[in-house]
Each structure stands twice: as C-alpha cells, then as structure tokens.
C-alpha cells in the first residue's frame, strides 16, 4: 500500500534559525495536504498542494510540492517559540478513491529554544 | 467553525471489555474518519465512512469495527480489548466536494485510551 514517509523525526533549533522537514510518498499522489499538531492539541490543517511544482507561502511557512508529484517540504524561515509542535504532511493517492482518504507521514516533532 | 467532539478525552477500560468511542461532527460533513495516534508511527488510519451506513477499511482495521447509523455520529468499536490498542484515537471529518481534491479535515480532541 502507499506509504509516505517524513524526516527528520525531530528537530531542535534555537530561535530565529530555519527549519524543514520532508515528505515523501511511494506512489504518485494527487495533492498534499500539511497539518500542525501543537503539543497537547489536535492537528490542524495548514495548506493544501495540488499541482505540479506549487510553492505556497504562509508569512514565514513556505510549501512546496515536486515536480512529480512524489514529495513535499514545509521550510519554517526564522523560527519562533510559537513554531513548537509536530508537523504532518498527508497525502492522497492519484488512483485511489476519492473520499478524501488520507495517509499520513510520521510528523516532525520541532522544539525551538528560546 | 468546524466542531468535532469526542465523547471521552481519557477512558480506561480492562482487557477484554467492549469499548465504544464516540464521535459527532457539526458540519453535515460527508466523511468521517478513525485514527489512532502513537510516538514515531504518525497517524495511522483504522476505519473511514463517506455517506451513512458506508464504511471502508482504513490501513489497521484489525480488532476494531465501526458504525454509522446517522451522518453526524461516527462510532468506532473495539471488540475485545487489548493492552495493544492503548493510544490516542482521532476522528475527523472533512466534506466532499463533486470534481474537487480532497477536502480538509477537521480533528477532534481525541481520546487518550488506556487497556489494562
């Protein structure tokens, strides 16, 4: 079946540095979603890709979607202690059903020292 | 906005016993999903259902059932349980829009299950 792996597992940063996880999935996905999970919380839904090559910018959050459609990263500029939590990409797969079935990656757990 | 409640944010229940988990969404939200949540292993996908009565298995079934008598509830059932299904468990719902991608999910605040 479909997987979709991500790394790092974990990330410590001190803030204001950068951050990026990455995400990469065994079939062909149709589009990409990114969720955040703050410690204690539940995931909440950042952004979704869906073509070829698309950068999406949230304010420092930049998102992008490869070429081919397989892999993903989230790249954090100038992390800040409100960053803190565990990041999820979720794919979905191109010849799979559509009822909105998601595979998640493992996350990345980010802690930012002050 | 969006909610998803969750019946319990902690339950402990032994071994063996039947455990019902209980989940309501507020959206008139087509999909509803189960997943449980462990360190290192992400979230992982039990059962979804996309219309009532419908229910699809999702990539860890076993041990596990589900119903959807009522669009808005979504109940995910342990059978028998087992020390091995302590964990977090999440539903979420996200709505179906004919000719579009997938649509967000909205999580609740999910229920820390402890078997003893």
């Known amino acids: 079946g479909q997987q979709v792996m991500q790394i790092p597992q974990y990330q410590h940063v001190q803030e204001g540095e950068d951050f990026t996880t990455y995400c990469n999935s065994s079939t062909t996905l149709s589009n990409i979603q990114w969720y955040k999970q703050r410690p204690g919380g539940h995931p909440v839904f950042l952004i979704q890709?869906?073509?070829?090559?698309e950068v999406k910018k949230q304010k420092r959050l930049t998102f992008q979607f490869g070429e081919a459609k397989k892999n993903s990263s989230l790249h954090i500029t100038a992390t800040q202690t409100t960053d803190v939590g565990t990041y999820f990409c979720?794919?979905?797969?191109?010849?799979?059903?559509?009822?909105?079935?998601?595979?998640f990656g493992q996350g990345t757990i980010l802690t930012v020292h002050p | 906005d969006v909610k998803v409640t969750q019946s319990s944010r902690y339950l402990v229940k032994r071994t063996g016993e039947k455990v019902f988990l209980e989940c309501v969404q507020d959206m008139d939200h087509e999909n509803m999903f189960w997943y449980r949540q462990d360190p290192g292993l992400g979230l992982r996908l039990i059962y979804f259902?996309?219309?009532?009565?419908?229910?699809e298995k999702g990539d860890i079934p076993e041990g596990y059932s589900v119903s959807r008598e009522k669009k808005e509830r979504f109940s995910l059932i342990l059978e028998s349980a087992s020390t091995n299904q302590t964990s977090m468990y999440l539903c979420?719902?996200?709505?179906?829009?004919?000719?579009?991608?997938?649509?967000?999910?909205?999580f609740g605040d999910g229920t820390r299950l402890s078997i003893l």
């Open positions: 259902s996309y219309d009532v009565k419908m229910k």
């Open positions: 979420a719902s996200s709505t179906y829009v004919w000719g579009a991608s997938n649509q967000p999910q909205h």
């Open positions: 979720a794919g979905h797969n191109a010849g799979g059903t559509s009822y909105g079935k998601l595979t």
């Open positions: 890709l869906v073509k070829s090559g």
